[in-house]
């Protein structure tokens, strides 16, 4: 693998990633071991996993999928005692699985709304208590949740999932007030419009990318790197003082508002 300056101090660190084998989760587990450290990836679709271990392990990397529904307690349990079977600790655990399935909230079947729930903040959940344990009786781990800016302002037309990363936002502060006495940080980056395979297929309607670009700061859609890279500040020793934070990660979407509203002569955006 790529050598660094170890600035960040991950070197020989076992991380977690859930959701590790695409879009985010894979660019926070390549960016992991660039930087060193021991890599579980965990994700329930295990062609593309183990593709993506395979890359890895030819890059240099150090690395263990499993096949792994977050939302099932059993696959969590077993993902766990795998990872500490292996490594005999865990220093990083990064939640990111998510799932979304459209739909109204008139319309929504509560089956569709009950498994949203299950994956993007039970499953969150559960990989949170399992993982916590060894950090626990070293006195000393940090937990990444990767939210989304959803969780701020309401997605219409997504069913569950907004308020499944609201749900992930409250319980990843919650996480940092009754673990953060035994040494353990609970952090959330809220992801604005990441380029994503899921995302793809939007991005080949002609001025599609050019409108999204348009309504952020920074003129352009975000990349899964951008949001890796934060997550492994957070991860990292580096970030020792962070505890209970929610990073917005979006290009400055969310301070575009009032650029939005027409005043000629003024706004850049219109």
């Not at 940080?185 to 991005?203: D, E, H, Q, W």
């Not at 080949?204 to 951008?226: M, Q």
């Not at 492994?232 to 580096?238: P, V, W």
Request: with cysteine; aromatic share 6%.
């Amino acid at each position: 693998m790529h050598e660094t300056q170890d600035w960040l101090q991950l070197a020989g660190k076992v991380c977690v990633v859930t959701g590790a084998a695409s879009g985010i989760g894979a660019s926070i587990c390549q960016l992991l071991c660039q930087e060193g450290a021991h890599v579980a990836l965990l994700d329930r679709d295990g062609e593309s996993l183990n593709k993506m271990a395979e890359t890895l392990l030819k890059q240099g990397g150090d690395v263990l999928p499993i096949v792994c529904d977050i939302g099932n307690p059993d696959d969590v349990t077993s993902a766990a005692q795998k990872v500490l079977s292996h490594w005999k600790h865990c220093d990083v655990l990064v939640n990111n699985a998510g799932l979304l399935i459209a739909g109204s909230l008139s319309e929504v079947s509560l089956q569709d709304w009950q498994q949203v729930l299950n994956v993007n903040l039970t499953g969150y959940l559960l990989c949170s208590r399992a993982f916590v344990e060894p950090m626990k009786l070293s006195g000393q781990g940090s937990i990444v949740n990767i939210a989304s800016i959803s969780g701020l302002f309401p997605q219409s037309g997504s069913g569950a999932y907004s308020a499944s990363k609201a749900g992930v936002l409250q319980m990843s502060r919650q996480m940092a007030v009754e673990w953060g006495p035994l040494g353990i940080r609970s952090n959330a980056v809220c992801p604005g419009m990441i380029r994503t395979s899921l995302s793809a297929k939007f991005y080949e309607v002609p001025g599609f990318e050019a409108k999204r670009a348009a309504v952020t700061a920074s003129r352009r859609v975000g990349e899964p790197s951008d949001i890796a890279n934060v997550a492994l500040f957070l991860a990292s020793q580096r970030s020792s003082y962070v505890n209970g934070a929610e990073l917005v990660v979006d290009g400055g979407m969310q301070c575009m508002l009032m650029d939005m509203v027409p005043r000629p002569g003024f706004n850049q955006s219109n």
